[in-house]
């Protein structure tokens, strides 16, 4: 079913999450493990991230570095299968830019596709550390608004390869990042809501906004948003805090500011315990906040861990 069709069909705001793949060699059960308490909340959707490979150089001794191409955390399309087959859910794959060739990233849709996958989210991916900032592969999209044209184009039957007899036109439904606190290269939240713009014009049906702890950042952005006449549904992203580290380590990640309140609040905290409860607490007050306002979804980032995603949901939903 289409993210949209679920939005469409719904009164209520709908429950939904992001999980992230194990590290490379781990089993899938831990993934399943924490998916499982949150069933009971009965996701319409779970979004799977997608992870590009990174250099790492390893010490081979003597002074010797040796180069080393990995992904950290293979598996995407598998796990969305494997979600849909064990839980009977929707599997919203992430798909990126970086380090994906078109035609890698063509082979990518038609397994989607040939699975039942009938969603992707289209994203720009960040840079890997080696490279300091984003560089799209030789035959690959610089801007999510490009891949988001091939899923557009193999939506109306049209692949890279034109030679293809009587093609099959895919449907997938295509969601996109949107910034309520500006996206971090953007010169101005002008410029960055004209691409957002752009990419609904496009064809994306819904946007899932990178996550912010104060909703007014959300109220504004939405505004803005159909101010500039963007009318798609706009899916808050929530994340519960759980570490006094993540006081620094959030706003340097992803760009984004966290409320003096809050700050207060965690800095107090006498271990991480108890940073949890505030977190849980600020998660639970947000959320009853953006439902009122009246959104489309709740999503919430467990990084696959669903302890804090399940006590607030408890409260909610
Ligand atoms: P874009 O829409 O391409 O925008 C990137 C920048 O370029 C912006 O500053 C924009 O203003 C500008 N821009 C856009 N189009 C143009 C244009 N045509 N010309 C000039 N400038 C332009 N990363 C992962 O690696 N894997 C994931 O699974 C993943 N999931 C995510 C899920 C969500 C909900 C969010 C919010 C982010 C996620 N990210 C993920 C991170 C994301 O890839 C980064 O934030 C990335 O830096 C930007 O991606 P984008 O799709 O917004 O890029």
């Not at 038609?110 to 490279?131: C, P, Q, T, W, Y």
């Not at 691409?195 to 959300?218: C, H, P, R, S, W």
């Not at 271990?271 to 639970?284: A, F, L, M, P, T």
Request: proline share 6%; net charge negative; charged share 25%.
């Amino acid at each position: 079913t289409k993210i949209i069709e679920y939005i469409q069909n719904s009164e209520k705001p709908l429950f939904s999450f992001e999980i992230i793949p194990p590290l490379k060699g781990q089993s899938i059960q831990s993934l399943f493990n924490s998916i499982e308490p949150l069933m009971e909340f009965k996701p319409k959707f779970i979004d799977v991230t997608y992870h590009r490979e990174e250099y790492v150089y390893r010490n081979r001794g003597e002074g010797l570095l040796e180069k080393h191409v990995t992904r950290k955390r293979p598996g995407t399309v598998g796990i969305c299968a494997a979600i849909m087959h064990r839980f009977q859910v929707d599997a919203v794959p992430h798909l990126i830019c970086g380090g994906f060739s078109k035609e890698e990233t063509e082979n990518a849709l038609i397994d989607l596709n040939f699975l039942g996958i009938d969603n992707v989210l289209v994203l720009r991916g960040d840079a890997i550390k080696s490279e300091g900032r984003f560089t799209p592969d030789p035959n690959g999209h610089q801007y999510a608004s490009e891949l988001l044209e091939q899923v557009v184009n193999m939506n109306n039957g049209v692949y890279i390869d034109d030679e293809i007899k009587n093609p099959f036109p895919s449907s997938f439904c295509i969601g996109v990042a949107g910034y309520p606190e500006k996206h971090f290269e953007a010169p101005n939240f002008t410029t960055d809501l004209n691409y957002l713009k752009m990419k609904v014009e496009m064809g994306a049906e819904y946007i899932v906004t990178q996550m912010f702890f104060d909703n007014q950042k959300y109220f504004d952005f939405v505004k803005q948003c159909r101010k500039e006449g963007i009318n798609v549904p706009i899916i808050p992203g929530l994340k519960p805090l759980t570490s006094k580290k993540q006081l620094t380590v959030l706003p340097s990640i992803f760009h984004i500011d966290l409320p003096q309140e809050l700050v207060d609040e965690v800095s107090k905290c006498q271990n991480n315990e108890q940073v949890r409860q505030v977190g849980i607490e600020w998660g639970i007050k947000q959320s009853k906040e953006l439902i009122k306002f009246g959104v489309p979804v709740l999503h919430y980032y467990s990084m696959s861990k669903s302890k804090a995603v399940k006590e607030i949901a408890s409260a909610l939903f």
